[in-house]
């Protein structure tokens, strides 16, 4: 810890230790009810302790199989039982793949992230899957998929092929939930992560603000997460893409103040995870931005597209990155194989 940091951390108000993952609602809750400068000081400070401030994660996104979901997340343009007006394509061959991992690489990325709209995938689907996942590591990147339920011979299966992260959200709490989906269960989904954590992958889990939860949503949110053990590696946090044609198509817009806080409350209670800016970028002027890097978000996906919406354009990434003085955090090499 640098002269700096360490007058920052003894001069930290309130808890200077980060709470532990099981903290009860009303610690976190607390938290949330901070003056909003006092909850920011106190997350840069937890996070300076385990990051470089001013050094941020870089992934890029890409979906390899688009649409015609049978699940029904009311949030999602890609379940088959709204329409979207999507353009659908099934699972894109590998060589295309390859490529895009190969520009991924070429722009900075440091990680390549495949997305597939599946309930969950069959056997059959992982060969080429596994293909893909080979040739992100060959090029010195760590690789992520998101494919929905998995059952235990498939997490290792993926693991076995080299994936280093599974993504699989929460979304939201356990009571809020039936609200939102009700093709699958909360229970699925925390069986799934057991399954992704048993087959030796990092696990990416997180959720999505503004769906027309309340504050204590957020916080079982946070609280779930928090007391995985070990907590999530990555834990991407998501504002909600209103997308006509959905059942959120006409949700609220979700309060910024409440998103940065949020975003500082998850870096104190998850101080070694990366915290990502997920969906949502794309209205989010710089300054709300620079807010959330400064409550401890270290990650982005980096690229104009996120599965099917808009993210921003790369060359507005750049600049917002000069002008805050970010640098993209170095890449992670893989042994070539
Ligand atoms: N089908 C897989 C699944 O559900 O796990 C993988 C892809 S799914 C699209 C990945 C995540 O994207 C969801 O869990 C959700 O958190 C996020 N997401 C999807 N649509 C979104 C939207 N409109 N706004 C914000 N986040 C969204
Ligand atoms: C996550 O939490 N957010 C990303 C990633 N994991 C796969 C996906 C965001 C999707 C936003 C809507 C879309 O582009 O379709
Ligand atoms: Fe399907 Fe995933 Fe979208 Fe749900 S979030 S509808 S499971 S693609």
């Known amino acids: ?36 400068i006092d909850l920011l000081f106190e997350a840069q400070s937890v996070h300076r302790r385990h990051f470089d401030p001013n050094s941020v994660q870089v992934s890029t996104l890409l979906s390899i199989k688009t649409g015609r979901c049978p699940e029904d997340c009311a949030y999602c343009p890609q379940s088959i039982r709204f ?10 061959p590998v060589e295309e793949v390859k490529a895009a991992a190969r520009r991924a ?5 440091t990680r390549f992230c495949m997305g597939a709209a599946y309930r969950g995938p069959k056997d059959k689907d992982l060969e080429p899957i596994i293909e893909m996942i080979g040739e992100v590591g060959r090029l010195g990147m760590e690789s992520c998929v998101t494919l929905g339920l998995l059952k235990p011979h498939q997490a290792r299966r993926l693991a076995d092929a080299g994936l280093d992260y599974y993504n699989h959200n929460l979304d939201t709490s ?9 093709t699958r269960t909360y229970a699925d989904r925390l069986e799934t992560l057991g399954h992704v954590r048993d087959a030796g992958l990092k696990v990416c889990c997180g959720g999505i603000l503004g769906m027309g939860e309340s504050r204590r949503d957020r ?22 893409v209103t997308v006509p044609g959905t059942p959120l198509a006409d949700a609220e817009p979700f309060d910024n103040f409440e998103f940065v806080r949020t975003i500082a409350v998850a870096r104190i209670l998850m101080p070694r995870s990366h915290v990502r800016l997920s969906a949502g970028r794309s209205d989010f002027s710089d300054e709300l931005q620079a807010m959330c890097f400064f409550a401890g978000a270290n990650s982005i996906f980096y690229g104009d597209k996120l599965l ?17 003085g970010i640098e993209a955090e170095p890449g992670f090499t893989h042994t070539p194989g």
């Open 308 to 324: 099917t919406t808009d993210n921003p354009v790369p060359n507005d990434d750049e600049a917002l990155f000069a002008k805050l």
């Open 83 to 92: 329409d979207t007006e999507l353009e659908v394509h099934d699972l894109m």
């Open 1 to 36: 810890m640098s002269v700096v940091e360490g007058e920052l951390a003894s001069a930290t108000p309130g808890s200077a230790v980060p709470l532990p993952p099981d903290a009860g609602v009303g610690a976190v809750e607390a938290l949330f009810e901070k003056p909003l």
């Open 219 to 240: 916080i079982e949110l946070l609280r779930t997460l928090a007391s995985m053990d070990p907590q999530p590696e990555s834990v991407p946090i998501n504002r909600l």
């Open 174 to 182: 356990e009571a809020f939930y039936p609200e939102i989906i009700g």
């Open 105 to 109: 690489k070429a722009a900075g990325a």
